[in-house]
C-alpha cells in the first residue's frame, strides 16, 4: 500500500472513528461473484480489514435486520495469476426497507490487499461524506411513507423526535409543521 493511501485511510478512519460513536457501529454486509477467484480473493481481503476495526465496523449477513450498509465488490476475471485485479464496488445504505446508493467506484491493483485497501479507503469516504445525509433523507421517507399510507398516526423516527418535538405524529400534524426538509 502506498504511503498516500496509508495516510488517506488512517485519516477517514479516524473521522470514521470518531463519528460512529455519534451513529453506533457500523453493521456492514458484504456480496460478491464466490465463483471468480478474483472477486473473492478481494473481498476475503476487504472483510478482513473491516474487521480489523470493530469500533467502527460489524460484519453481518445479508439478512440481519439491524443492517446498516451493503458492500458489493466483483472483478474481472484474471486470465492469468500475474494479471493485475480490476475491480468494482458500490456500498449501499441500508435503513430499514430503503436502500439508498452511497458510492462506488472501479480500481486496478496488482494484488487483492491493494484492491482492498482502496476499497476500503474509498468506503471510509463514502460514510464520512454522505451517511448524516443519507439517515436524515430515510428517516424523513420512511415517516412520509408511513404517513401517507395510514389514516392513523405513526411513530417518528429517533433521529428526528429533536426536531419535531414528538414521538407520534399524523399526517396533519406533520404538514402543520411544515413538513421536514431532506
Avoid at 453506533?24 to 480489523?52: C, F
Avoid at 468494482?88 to 426497507?97: D, I, P, V
Wanted: aromatic share 6%; proline share 3%; charged share 20%.
Amino acid at each position: 500500500m502506498s504511503l498516500g493511501i496509508k495516510t488517506l485511510m488512517k485519516t477517514l478512519l479516524c473521522t470514521v472513528l470518531v463519528a460512529t460513536s455519534a451513529w453506533g457501529q457500523i453493521r456492514v454486509a458484504t456480496v460478491t461473484d464466490e465463483t471468480t477467484p478474483s472477486s473473492k480473493a478481494v473481498m476475503l481481503a476487504l472483510r478482513s480489514k473491516i474487521g480489523s476495526h470493530p469500533k467502527q465496523f460489524t460484519l453481518v449477513d445479508t439478512k440481519d435486520s439491524e443492517l446498516s450498509l451493503i458492500v458489493t465488490a466483483d472483478c474481472i476475471p484474471q486470465k492469468q495469476k500475474t494479471d493485475p485485479f480490476t475491480c468494482f464496488y458500490t456500498s449501499q445504505f441500508a435503513g430499514g426497507t430503503t436502500k439508498t446508493f452511497m458510492g462506488g467506484g472501479i480500481y486496478e491493483a496488482a494484488t487483492a490487499e491493494a484492491a482492498a485497501d482502496n476499497f476500503l479507503a474509498a468506503i471510509a469516504q463514502d460514510i464520512v461524506e454522505r451517511w448524516d445525509g443519507m439517515v436524515r433523507a430515510n428517516a424523513i421517507e420512511n415517516l412520509e411513507a408511513c404517513l401517507m399510507l395510514t389514516q392513523s398516526s405513526c411513530k417518528v423516527p429517533e433521529s428526528l423526535v429533536p426536531e419535531l418535538k414528538v414521538k407520534i405524529i399524523n399526517m396533519s400534524q406533520y404538514f402543520q409543521r411544515g413538513g421536514l426538509k431532506k
